[in-house]
Nanobody, 120 residues
Framework: VQLQASGGGLVQPGGSLRLSCAAS????????MGWYRQAPGKQRELVAT???????NYADAVKGRFTISRDNAKNTVYLQMSSLKPEDTAVYYC???????????????WGQGTLVTVSS
């Protein structure tokens, strides 16, 4: 199972970016998918998660600015980021709980990370 994240880059404060992360390989289904971030010198922290049925959860720091969504048919999760601030600068990692078969519970997998830099 591989998670491939894309969409990071340099953006000015107040700007927007959209991250994507697609799960590929042989598996039965993805359960909860989400985004985490790690700023320089800080621990990795939760940004947002979305359950297979669509229930979402956001960190307080991004509520009202970021929107997480997913396409179950494509096993892809998205993060639409708006009103970006310099403090949003971090490497963003996608995470997915993947069921390898119908008989197994989900196991966590991580993407490689994509850098988001918010700076003027």
């Amino acid at each position: 199972v591989q998670l491939q994240a894309s969409g990071g880059g340099l953006v000015q404060p107040g700007g927007s970016l959209r991250l994507s992360c697609a799960a590929s390989g042989r598996f039965f289904a993805t359960n909860v998918m989400g985004w985490y971030r790690q700023a320089p010198g800080k621990q990795r922290e939760l940004v947002a998660t979305i359950a297979r049925g669509g229930n979402t959860n956001y960190a307080d720091a991004v509520k009202g600015r970021f929107t997480i969504s997913r396409d179950n048919a494509k096993n892809t999760v998205y993060l639409q980021m708006s009103s970006l601030k310099p403090e949003d600068t971090a490497v963003y990692y996608c995470n997915a709980e993947v069921r390898l078969s119908v008989f197994e519970s989900g196991k966590p997998y991580w993407g490689q990370g994509t850098l988001v830099t918010v700076s003027s």
